[in-house]
């Protein structure tokens, strides 16, 4: 194989004309860009340089593989720049995986402020319910997930998890129910209750049940929904009660009221998941920056 450290010496030789202003020009010695030269030489298999007078000539070999070396010059240079660009996130790529309930609220502001900041950064957001989108990050196939974790999940090598919110549930009722007269529910009045179930199995679930559990009781799920939207539908029309956090309730259902719950409150806890190797990337930390200031707010 050529070496392309070789090329370029051949390319300085034929540029200048000799051995001796080579040399000077590379900051080497005229014998050591002679053996340079002589090494590419045995590589290529050909003869790469003629004597003329004092100086030295290309011959067709070697005018080929200077044609090749200054390509390969300009390809690196070309190199060089994107990397800097990328490197300082003028430019790049950037995949977010996110679930549905944080998208107007979190993920929405922070893609405004990212693309003001960083306009020639590509954004690919993707809707990742009900899947657990960590494997994705861990795997390389997304740069930023946005995941409900608890505080005892284990920390997996390699990636960083920073915290967002704690968004907690409220107490969903229809309008008429009598515990929608009180300011504050406490979860063990709800033990009684016919239930609407608005989460798939896992992370988000969890919160609820685990609550449920200490409060003394299970919730008896009488119909189940995956979505915020339907589940106060069905509380609206009187088949029961749910918990839904408060970033699902921004679209507010006529027929609902919510309240806040205590002993103990469901919460559900937020966070962004990086790869530790990805935060060199300024753009991926403005991301994480927006998102923590979105949640603030």
Known sequence: MLD??????????????????????????????????????KEAGIALLERVGRGVRPTAAGQLL???????????????????????????????????????????????RLRREHPGVAIDPKLTDPDDPLPEVEQGNADLAIVVRRP????????????????????????????????????????????????????CLEPITDACAAAGFSPDF???????????????????????????LGTRHPGVATRPVRRPEPIRRIYAAVREISLAQPALRALIDALMDAAKE
Do not use: C, K, N
């Open 4 to 41: 392309v450290r070789r090329m370029q010496v051949l390319r300085a030789v034929v540029t200048s004309g000799s051995v001796t202003a080579a040399a000077a020009h590379l900051g080497y010695t005229p014998s050591a860009v002679s053996q340079q030269v002589a090494a590419l030489e």
């Open 66 to 112: 200077v044609g090749h070396a200054a390509v390969i010059s300009q390809r690196v240079a070309e190199a060089e720049t994107a990397l800097a660009d990328l490197r300082t996130g003028r430019t790049g790529r950037l995949t977010v995986r996110y679930f549905a309930s944080v998208g107007p609220t979190l993920l929405a502001p922070a893609l405004a």
């Open 152 to 203: 005892s999940d284990e920390i997996r090598q390699g990636i960083r998890v920073v915290h967002l919110l704690d968004d907690a549930y409220q107490a969903v009722l229809p309008t008429e129910h009598p515990l929608a007269a009180q300011q504050v529910i406490d979860l063990a009045d709800l033990a009684g209750e016919p239930w609407v179930g608005s989460e798939p199995p896992g992370p």
């Open 222 to 248: 009488v119909v189940r929904s995956e979505d915020y939207a339907t589940a106060q539908g069905f509380v609206a029309a009187g088949l029961g009660v749910s918990l839904i956090p408060r970033l699902g």
